[in-house]
């Protein structure tokens, strides 16, 4: 049953084409509208879920898929663009796959799924990311400071929580990994 949180992350996912092609055209201002309204309707779904106790397993697999998935492009294009530099996009990247290959391997071997719940340190960084996208993208669409002061210290943030978080999911998942070891002997 396709639910109205789980309409709103499916617009979401409709969205990430949209923000990729006014991004590579350039097309700042358009592309930071569509951002932040794709963010509205993560907020928005997430609060509409809680309230109407609509939660589903679709929208659990959903609406995190659609988030990485508009935060990911979107660092890809802007470091293409050279709005970013690369390392940042390879670091963001790389810590979503050390997570989800993590998990990954846990189900295989262990044949169950490891419960997952975001973090305080992992929602700041998801946090920083929209935020280093959204910073990036509304200043190239109207620059307003120097935009390498600024957006040095917004993007070291994102490093900083994006690497600290890895570490504190994979430390979680090795903690699990060694419980479920004992249980098992």
Known sequence: ?????????????????????????????????????????????????????SKSDLGALLDPMADKLLMVSSFVVLAINKAIPLWIVALVISRD???????????????????????RLGKANTFFELFTIAFVVMHLARPVLPLEQVTGVVICLTALTSAASCVQYVYAGLLWQQRRGKDEG
């Open 97 to 119: 796959m050390i997570i989800v290959t993590g998990y990954a391997m846990m189900h295989l071997v262990y044949g169950e799924a490891m419960k997952i719940a975001p973090t």
């Open 1 to 53: 049953m396709l639910t109205l949180p789980n309409f709103l992350t499916l617009l979401r996912i409709l969205a990430i084409p949209v923000v990729v092609v006014l991004l590579t055209r350039e097309a700042y201002a358009p592309a930071f509208i569509v951002f932040m309204l794709a963010g509205v309707t993560d907020a928005v779904d997430g609060a509409i879920a809680r309230i109407m106790d």
